[in-house]
């Protein structure tokens, strides 16, 4: 069957209108973007299960009148259940692990009219910012193949900014769609909590801190995306309230004129790249360009103590994924099961007591009313996405020294030497150094955005990260629309290119 040769000019709804007025079937679109998978795949390592025969056949069915009837998909290999389909979450001992049910997200995509054509590769757990998992090996950067898209929607981000579809959905739990948006060049944005469901099976995953949404060309996508899927489902835990209007019609609203704090300074005191701290300093330029008024500031959050509290929930989510992994394979887990940093940090999450858990969230609970003193001045936060450009595949890994340290700490289940050693402290320092701008957001519950505005002088991508108020996605919007309309970023292409 033909493709549709243009496939790589349009951006979902472009293509979705394509659609619409006869230029191309839904079944001619899915061949094109199944062609392109096959072919630039091999070079990426973005796409993990492909669900060709899936899609093909929703393809030629009818279609639904929605906004992204006929518009090809992926879906993130972390918490996005498809009935049928292999759920990995990056874990070998997950390789044979089928859900029965489509979660929540899932359903709501599939009543968008997207299809579905494969899931993308991810870190263990979602626990990296980068995507090197043991089970598929590395997803690379179309921008520059030796270095990482970021994660832990590494794969999603890769795919869409190849060219191989137009948009994707991931996850964001510390910063997992805003960091590989950045890496990758696209438009990156994190709902606040609540905004989109989490069911069937999970009502505050990692705490409240993740948010599923998708990672697109365009803001305009983003925006329906969340028009198609925002909203609470049976049992959720809270009821955020509604948007006034659609996003998708915020676009056409201009911001007014925003008093916008800003800061290049990393919240836990380490380095900044200089091209980092360029890329917001130049964002704010324009900024003030558009009339905004744009001024150095910080938000009075003590940075630390957050990261600390970060990996408090990050340790004991480990344990409790692992004491659920007992449960689904009907055995004890070994080390042998999961990556050896997963189990270390699955170790150390059984060491903490639940005292120590609930200070952790009460400091989350003090960053919130943080920032919501801050935002009583401000109307956003303008930071770095990242402290710096992606690095290169293989470099984050664990060095030998860690490696060895792991394996005995595993095998002899160390957990609590390992915490008497002081390393809690290093961890949170070595893991979020790249990335500590990220993780506020998702521990406020606050709605936020990367923003792809810069380029460092290797022409890789590089994010301009801004937060706004509980609820205020409109706001975000609003603004992403402008310095889309200033800036436009969307015919720019990295080195691996499907079309």
């Known amino acids: 069957m033909a493709g549709f040769k243009e496939y790589g000019k349009y951006d ?11 230029d191309v ?46 518009v090809p998909f992926l879906l993130k290999d972390l918490m996005f259940a498809f009935a049928g389909v292999p759920m990995t979450s990056g874990c070998r001992a997950y390789k044979n692990h089928v859900p029965d049910y489509d979660s929540e997200m899932v359903k709501r995509y599939k009543q968008a009219g997207l299809i579905t054509l494969g899931k993308t590769n991810t870190p ?3 626990l990296m910012g980068i995507t090197e998992p043991d089970l598929f090996g590395p997803c690379r950067n179309p921008w520059n193949p030796a270095h990482t898209p970021g994660g832990s929607s590494g794969g999603t981000a890769a795919a869409v900014a190849a060219g191989l579809v137009p948009m994707a959905a991931g996850g964001d739990g510390g910063g997992s769609i805003r960091i590989p948006s950045a890496y990758c060049g696209l438009f990156g944005l994190k709902p606040s909590r609540g905004r989109n469901p989490s069911g069937p099976h999970h009502g505050q995953p990692w705490q409240g801190a993740v948010q599923e949404h998708v990672l697109t060309r365009s803001v305009r996508d983003s925006a329906a995306a969340l028009d198609a899927t925002q909203g609470p489902d049976r049992g ?10 659609p996003y998708l019609e915020e676009l056409q609203t201009d911001p007014g004129q925003l008093k916008i704090g800003f800061t290049t300074t990393s919240p836990i005191g380490t380095t900044v790249h200089p091209e980092c701290a360029q890329a917001v300093v130049e964002t704010a330029k324009l900024l003030e360009e558009l009339g905004h008024h744009v001024e150095e500031t910080e938000t009075g959050v003590d940075g630390k103590a957050l990261a600390n509290a970060y990996l408090t929930m990050y340790f004991g989510e480990m344990a409790a994924d692992l004491e659920e992994m007992k449960i689904i394979l009907g055995r004890k887990v070994t080390p042998a099961d999961v990556e050896a940093l997963t189990y270390t940090l699955a170790l150390l999450g059984r060491t903490f007591s639940a005292g120590h858990f609930v200070t952790a969230m009460r400091c989350w609970d003090a960053a919130a009313r943080q920032m919501g003193q801050f935002f009583r001045g401000y109307d956003l936060l303008l930071t770095p996405t990242t402290a710096h450009p992606p690095a290169q ?25 390992l915490k008497a050693s002081g390393i809690v402290d290093q961890l949170a320092e070595k893991s979020l150094e ?20 810069y380029r460092t002088t290797d022409g890789l991508p590089c994010g ?9 996605e409109a706001l975000l919007f609003r603004l992403a629309a402008q310095l889309e309309n200033a800036r436009p970023w969307s015919g720019k292409r990295p080195a691996v290119w499907a079309g």
């Open 464 to 472: 301009s990260h801004f937060i706004a108020p509980f609820g205020e």
């Open 393 to 417: 595949i293989g470099e984050l890994q664990p060095s030998s020294f860690e490696k060895k340290l792991m394996a005995v700490v595993n095998t002899f289940g160390l957990g609590g030497v």
């Open 12 to 22: 979902a709804m472009g293509l979705a209108e394509c659609i619409r007025k006869g």
């Open 124 to 126: 263990e757990f979602g």
């Open 434 to 453: 790249r990335t500590p701008f990220t993780q506020v957001a998702n521990l406020t519950g606050l709605p936020a955005m990367s923003v792809p505005l």
């Open 236 to 245: 959720a835990p809270y009821d955020i309230r509604p948007p006034a209007g």
């Open 25 to 70: 079937t839904a079944a001619e679109l899915c061949e094109e973007a199944i062609a392109r998978i096959e072919k630039i795949n091999p070079q990426l390592n973005a796409v993990v299960t492909p669900m060709f025969d899936i899609g093909r056949k929703a393809a030629h069915q009818s279609l639904p009148d929605s906004p992204f009837a006929g």
